[in-house]
């Protein structure tokens, strides 16, 4: 059974950093994209990035919201992905779900996290 | 200001059939499959529809997807009241080289 569970949420300054983790279990974590996505207090759903499988050299690709201030990455000795978040900005409160892709041919979010809640105020 | 356009609600009584729909452009919806996800109140949103009309196991056939040029659809059929909660289309931007939402659509069964 798919298992995402992320922590390391919290309060953070404005300007601050905080990075989120996201423990992934019961799939080869290797071959699958895995996505970020992120959703401010009453608000929709929002796209934060993703990185891509081993046969993709686990590349990555941003929202224009947060390129160049979030890093997606990957610990695969722990199974697990990373969200490093730069410049926080009050915009930036949200939750953030940790998600898999639904297959290996199929790399839209299928199974998504409990989220963790990050909070950008002075 | 989201890329793809939902209505901000809808609703209907219990054993009718709701249609919530997903407007976008060529650069996404018209040239990508969507995706819809059912969200209620503090929980995780729930992979309802893939590939623009596939239902992942669980999901009763009372859901469905449709797509027709830039515009996608969900209907529920034979609505019951645990259907109330939030829905979001997804799908992939070629433009933007990223994933995009509709700003989710409220259902209200009465």
Redesign the interface.
Known sequence: EVHLVESGGGLVRPGGSLSLSCAASGFTFSDHYM?W?RQAPGK????V??TRDKANSYTT????SVKGRFTISRDFSRNSLFLHMNSLEAEDTAIY?CTRD?DAG?H????????TLVTVSS | QSVLTQPPSASGTPGQRATISCSGSNSNIGNNNVYWYQQFPGTAPRLLIYRTTERPSGVPDRFSGSKSGTSASLAISGLRSEDDADYYCATWDNNLSGRVFGGGTKLTVL
């Not at chain 1, 929709?44 to 796209?47: A, R, Y």
């Not at chain 1, 839209?108 to 989220?115: E, L, M, T, V």
């Open positions: 996505d996505v929709g759903l929002e796209w990035g993703r690709d941003y929202a224009a779900y639904i199929t839209a979010p299928g199974f998504w996290g409990q989220g």
